[in-house]
């Protein structure tokens, strides 16, 4: 099975394309992170990231796909620019029939951890360690794209 993860954003939303084996191992295909610059309008970023998502599908041509739900408590305009790239992604994975999960923070901390409340460093060795990596992936939204996609299946 291959499923995408995304971990959504503005200036920037990271990406995993992960195939599982018949035993549900792990295999990043491949993983990475669509940017824009602060400077560019906002309405020109979300067209970028819809035309970066779009382009995702088509070559990678995913099963399903797991996406990190918005929490946020204090930056309200932080909120909404996640929310309007989230909905970009959405746009996307929906026009092209591709099966959409969605997970907090916490859920995907607890998926590749067993610990919700895991810090950054622990969900990324765990990701090293159950995706047979050589390093740490990079960009941290990738990562986190990756543990994404590791919930997603499971």
């Known amino acids: 099975m291959r499923i995408l993860g995304i971990d959504p954003g503005l200036a920037t ?6 195939d599982f084996d018949k035993d549900g191992k792990p295999t990043p295909v491949d993983y990475g992170a669509i940017t824009t610059p602060k400077e560019m309008e906002t309405s020109k970023r979300l067209v970028e990231i819809y035309k970066d998502m779009k382009e995702l599908v088509k070559k990678f041509k995913p099963e399903s796909a797991g996406i990190e739900t918005l929490i946020f408590c204090n930056n309200i305009t932080s909120a909404m620019f996640v929310a309007e790239a ?21 859920q995907v901390k607890d998926a590749v951890t067993g610990y919700g409340k895991a810090g950054k ?4 060795e765990s990701i090293k360690i159950l995706c047979n990596l050589e390093s740490i992936p990079r960009p ?8 994404i996609a590791i919930a997603s299946y499971l």
């Open 140 to 147: 941290d939204d990738a990562a986190d794209a990756i543990a």
């Open 121 to 124: 460093k622990q969900v990324q």
């Open 86 to 106: 989230r909905g970009i992604v959405r746009l996307v994975l929906e026009q092209n029939d591709i099966p959409i999960k969605e997970f907090t923070p916490l």
């Open 13 to 18: 939303t990271g990406w995993a394309v992960v």
